[in-house]
Structure formats: structure tokens, C-alpha cells
Nanobody, 125 residues
Framework: QVQLVESGGGLVQPGGSLTLSCVMS????????IGWFRQAPGQEREGVAT????????DYADFVKGRFTISRINSKNTVYLQMNNLKPEDTAMYYC??????????????????WGQGTQVTVSS
């Protein structure tokens, strides 16, 4: 069975940093592109960042460019989202998802093949 588990969320002050991790099992990570999404209460789920299966190609939503970095270590079955200079509007549940093809952040969530359960990020003073 394919499983994705996010971790690393928590409470952080504005301007602070967090690193989220997404660990995959049940499939070979090398075959999948990975996307990070987030969803605040009452809001649509929105794409944050994507990374190709090789890690050579990344894409970011405009609202995180220059602040967030997506990376992967396939030998560890892990994808990371480094978040710097966090803002209150970054508060949301963050999800990782796997896709068997090429994706960019504009690809909608319903095109992905598997999802994790999410990890909560709260940015507040």
C-alpha cells in the first residue's frame, strides 16, 4: 500500500522557520514527482511547490517564491519543504502528494495519485 506521512509542523512566530518532511512507503519514490499543498479552514486547497522525480525541476507558487524550498533525498524516501520568513497567512494544513507524471504547481490536487494525512503549521505571535 502506498503511504505518505508528513511531519515537522507546529507553532512558530512570524519570521520564523520550519522544515516539513514527507516520507513515502509502499512504492519507489524515484518514480514519482511530489507536490506540497496547503489548506486553511474554509479555503480551497492550493499548490505550494512541486519537484520532479529526479529533483532537477522545481516549481513554486508566487506567494512562497524566495521563502520556501522543496528538495528530496530519494535514497531516504523523503521530500522536504524548508519554509523561511513565515507569515500568519501561511497558517494551514500542509499535505504532500505523489504524481506519476510531470507536474507544476498549477496542476490541481485531484490529479495526484496518493496523499498524506497532513501536518498543521500555525504562524502566530
Amino acid at each position: 500500500q502506498v503511504q505518505l506521512v508528513e511531519s515537522g509542523g507546529g507553532l512558530v512566530q512570524p519570521g520564523g522557520s520550519l522544515t516539513l518532511s514527507c516520507v513515502m512507503s509502499g512504492f519507489t519514490l524515484d518514480y514519482y514527482a511530489i507536490g506540497w499543498f496547503r489548506q486553511a479552514p474554509g479555503q480551497e486547497r492550493e499548490g505550494v511547490a512541486t519537484i520532479s522525480d529526479s529533483g532537477r525541476v522545481t516549481d513554486y507558487a508566487d506567494f512562497v517564491k524566495g521563502r520556501f524550498t522543496i528538495s528530496r533525498i530519494n535514497s531516504k524516501n523523503t521530500v522536504y519543504l524548508q519554509m523561511n520568513n513565515l507569515k500568519p497567512e501561511d497558517t494551514a494544513m500542509y499535505y504532500c502528494a505523489a504524481h506519476s507524471g510531470y507536474i507544476v504547481v498549477r496542476n490541481p490536487w485531484n490529479e495526484y495519485d496518493a496523499w498524506g494525512q497532513g501536518t498543521q503549521v500555525t504562524v502566530s505571535s
